[in-house]
């Protein structure tokens, strides 16, 4: 049984960095589930044994990117000393791995191009927001915020601008300026959530 279980678990992983690969070099839409067999090297049956559909396939990609921002989250935060630093250093991360991660890269175009999906893109966002608020949650505590932050509203404003700034990149410049974006956003967002002294140390870059 131990067996069947590890040899499903590297199907699933070889159909999943499959589908990974041929989305990001087709774009969803021009991809078919015989593209993702075959570069799996996998029958169609042994693929519907995991994914009822492409649009399930393309849900899984998204929801192990999820999985992801919760590991760096507690990456950066052990690197740091602050809090909010950690946050901006996550956010280069991410643009970072747009540019070197197919996963990332795949999982943002779903995202944002297909209606489909809605509900995933509600549940990452979901979660966006909740970790956060769980940085910030603590950078209250270091004495990083200035007294007035509403660390809920913030968390979700944070969240809708870091959004908007992706999209606004990509379609004036296909995302090449997308980092230099991002930094114009935290200079003047975190100018509104930190005491001036911790504004003063955090590195934009």
């Known amino acids: 049984m131990n067996v ?3 040899q499903s678990a590297r199907t699933r992983s070889k159909l999943l960095q499959a589908a990974t690969e041929v989305f990001d070099r087709n774009g969803f839409a021009r991809s078919s589930l015989t593209d993702v067999c ?3 090297d996998v029958s169609k049956g042994a693929l519907y044994c995991h994914f009822r559909s492409k ?9 192990e990117q999820s999985a992801l921002w919760h590991r760096l989250r507690d990456e950066y935060l052990d ?3 602050s809090p909010v630093q950690a946050l901006v250093a996550m956010s280069f991360e991410f ?8 996963g990332v890269r795949v999982s943002a175009s779903l995202l944002r191009d297909a209606a489909f999906f809605d509900i995933a893109a509600a549940g990452q966002v979901v979660g966006w927001i909740a970790i956060l608020r ?5 950078a209250r505590e ?3 915020l200035k007294p007035e932050v509403n660390i809920r509203h913030a968390a979700e404003q944070m969240v809708a601008e870091l959004l908007g700034v992706q999209f606004v990149a990509q379609a004036l410049s296909g995302g090449s300026d997308l980092r ?7 200079r003047g967002t975190s100018g509104c959530l930190v005491t001036a002294e911790v504004y003063h140390r955090l590195r934009f870059e």
């Not at 643009?95 to 197919?102: E, F, N, Q, S, Y």
């Not at 769980?134 to 603590?138: N, Q």
């Not at 230099?180 to 935290?186: H, I, N, Q």
């Open 180 to 186: 230099a974006r991002v930094a114009r956003l935290w």
């Open 95 to 102: 643009v970072r791995r747009l540019d070197t991660d197919p």
């Open 55 to 63: 649009e399930a396939l393309g849900v899984a990609i998204v929801e």
């Open 79 to 81: 690197a740091e000393k």
């Open 142 to 144: 270091r004495g990083e």
């Open 38 to 40: 075959a570069r799996a």
């Open 4 to 6: 069947r279980r590890e």
């Open 134 to 138: 769980e940085v910030l949650a603590l």
